[in-house]
């Protein structure tokens, strides 16, 4: 990482909103892509860089959803992609690279959480496979055009990170399944992605970031029963908001349009941010804030990419 791990003073607020990050930046002739884009910060994400001039892929796994949600948005074009299944991504890839586009910005944004122990292509962990196999080989096999684009490739992860390292002796939850800890997993494997990726990007004007949105009712809740979120203090028994730091769709959306956008970032690269800023490091008492040593660790993050190569067979930098 050649980027400090510290803020930079980027003057937003934790209740600065999407459409806040983007005022005065003119997106006219840029091509973004951003998976999930048709739900929850996806959603508020394509809206902000639509409005500010970008074309808007938006890749999905319920294209009829997408239709619905995205439906007469100008600039928007919808296409179909499971992040689960690598056929489905290498057809994605296959047809947008046919199409010859160069791709300026690239939001790794699509994500599931705490899901029931779920198994997708050879076996893999669901969470691990679609958070981060999925847009890994979505941007091995996208990078011509995205080495073309000299732009941004931002990895949505969570504050989720602190619940765990890489479970190097485990990856695929063999030997006993955690969904906190198969979360937690996968989040710290979207920002070691983006250190990995930055240090092999940089050199052809690439880079790459990750964040943490802030916390945000949406559908991502959908495999949490009731009964757990009353006891997290999220919700009363109604289902209405209780925790008062929850940030709206369109201010969750802020971080990772703020780290795919901003000026502010020009030159910087590797390095996970939160409330529209970099991040500090995490503190030692254990709090979810900042960012973990093992998220950020180089090694680590390239020992996760030579896996994930091996998993996948896919690799746009082979050494
Ligand atoms: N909300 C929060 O509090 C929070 C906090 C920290 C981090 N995050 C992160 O923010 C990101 C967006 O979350 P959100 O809250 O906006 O959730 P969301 O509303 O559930 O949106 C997630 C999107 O990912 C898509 N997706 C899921 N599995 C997919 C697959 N196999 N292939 C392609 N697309 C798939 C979903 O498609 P379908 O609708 O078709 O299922 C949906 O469009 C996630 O990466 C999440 O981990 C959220």
């Not at 369109?250 to 409330?275: D, F, H, I, K, R």
């Not at 991040?279 to 973990?292: H, I, L, S």
């Amino acid at each position: 990482m050649t980027t400090p791990q510290h803020p930079i003073g980027s003057g937003f607020g934790a209740r600065s909103t999407a459409e806040d990050v983007l005022r005065g930046i003119d997106l006219s002739g840029k091509l973004a892509l951003v998976t999930g884009g048709y739900s929850g910060l996806g959603l508020e994400t394509t809206k902000a860089l639509a409005n500010a001039g970008a074309r808007v892929v938006v890749p999905a796994r319920r294209p009829a959803a997408a239709k619905e949600a995205l439906g007469g948005l100008d600039g928007v074009e919808l296409d179909e992609l499971d992040l689960a299944d690598l056929g489905s991504v290498r057809a994605f890839a296959d047809r947008f690279l046919a199409t010859g586009r160069d791709l300026h910005v690239v939001i790794d944004n699509a994500g599931i959480m705490a899901t029931p122990e779920t198994r997708v292509g050879p076996g893999w962990e669901a969470q691990f496979a679609t958070n981060h196999l999925g847009h890994y080989a979505l941007v091995n096999l996208l990078w011509p055009a995205i080495a073309r684009g000299g732009g941004r490739v931002v990895s949505v992860s969570s504050a989720g990170h602190h619940r765990s390292p890489i479970r190097w002796d485990d990856v695929q939850f063999e030997r006993g399944y955690d969904k906190w800890l198969a979360y937690g997993q996968a989040k710290t494997a979207n920002v070691l992605f983006a250190v990995h990726l930055d240090a092999l990007a940089e050199e052809a004007g690439v880079r790459a970031f990750s964040l943490h949105p802030g916390g945000i009712l949406t559908p991502l809740q959908r495999h949490l029963a009731k009964e757990e979120m009353v006891a997290a203090g999220w919700i009363d028994e109604e289902g209405n908001a209780l925790d008062t730091s929850f940030k709206t769709p369109e201010q969750g959306a802020a971080t990772q349009v703020w780290a795919a956008t901003s000026p502010q970032l020009a030159g910087m690269g590797g390095v996970y941010c939160e409330n529209r800023d970099i991040a500090p490091p995490a503190p030692a008492t254990g709090e979810r804030f900042g960012v973990r040593d093992y998220a950020i660790d180089p090694d680590e993050a390239a020992r996760l990419w030579h896996l994930s190569a091996t998993l996948t067979g896919i690799n746009a930098f082979p050494s």
